[in-house]
């Protein structure tokens, strides 16, 4: 199976920049997710990476390095609503393809 | 059109009764999976369809614990003789297929399972 490791929880300020970070061990990586979940609600995707490189969608980026078994998600310009757990979640060729989650990181937005 | 939904939002069992957690997946989606999320956790995968045929279930805890979807749309997991540690939310998702060249999950809101 997969061993996914990320921060338990961060705080950062309004309007700032924060990185999420997530590393992860597998014997046949397929694609590394991000998903956001507020509080008592489902999560909700933001990002796939397959490849090395850097994804961009407004506001959020999401970097994958295959060989280090790294990624990150950055949040540029944090507002209060991003306040939430940010889960990252690791795919592998073996079994039938299904996402581990990793425990989330909890970020809180302050003013 | 609707997302996932599942049924009830919460539940509260006594210790060693059967509950029934009821997913209605999105229309048309193939694949259905089931996870358990305890406080401040990630998900953990329970179990995964493909269509009516549960084609994975490595991820139950133990033989109280089933899972059907008989007619491959509408899911129900059970629960049999609740336990204390059985207390955790539900997650229901669905995609279009899991596979290589498919992958975004929809998931429902979850059922609040909290065991007396």
């Known amino acids: 199976g997969q061993n996914i490791d990320q921060p338990t929880e961060m705080t950062a300020t309004e309007g700032a920049i924060v990185q999420i970070n997530c590393t992860y061990q597998t014997s046949g990586f397929n694609g590394l997710f991000w998903y956001q979940q507020h509080a008592g609600e489902a999560p909700t995707f933001l990002s796939y990476n397959v490849l090395d490189g850097l994804e961009e969608k407004g506001r959020f980026s999401s970097f994958l390095s295959r060989s280090k078994g790294y990624s990150y998600l950055l949040l540029k310009e944090l507002q209060m609503k991003d306040s939430a757990s940010y889960l990252c979640a690791v795919r592998d060729r073996g079994g039938s393809y299904i996402p581990t989650f990793g425990r989330g990181t909890s970020l809180i937005v302050h003013p | 059109g609707a997302g996932v939904s599942q049924s009830p939002r919460y539940k509260v069992a006594k210790r060693g009764q059967d509950v029934a957690l009821r997913c209605d997946p999105i229309?048309?989606?193939?694949?259905l999976f089931w996870y358990q999320q305890a406080l401040g956790q990630g998900p953990e995968f329970l179990t995964y369809f493909q269509n009516e045929a549960q084609l994975d279930k490595s991820g139950l805890p133990s033989d109280r614990f089933f899972a059907e979807r008989p007619e491959g749309s509408v899911s129900t997991l059970k629960i049999q003789r609740t336990q204390q540690e059985d207390s955790a939310v539900y997650l229901c998702?669905?995609?279009?297929?899991?596979?290589?060249?498919?992958?975004?999950?929809?998931f429902g809101p979850g059922t609040r399972l909290t065991v007396t």
């Open positions: 229309s048309g989606h193939v694949s």
């Open positions: 998702a669905s995609s279009l297929l899991v596979g290589q060249n498919s992958y975004e999950q929809y």
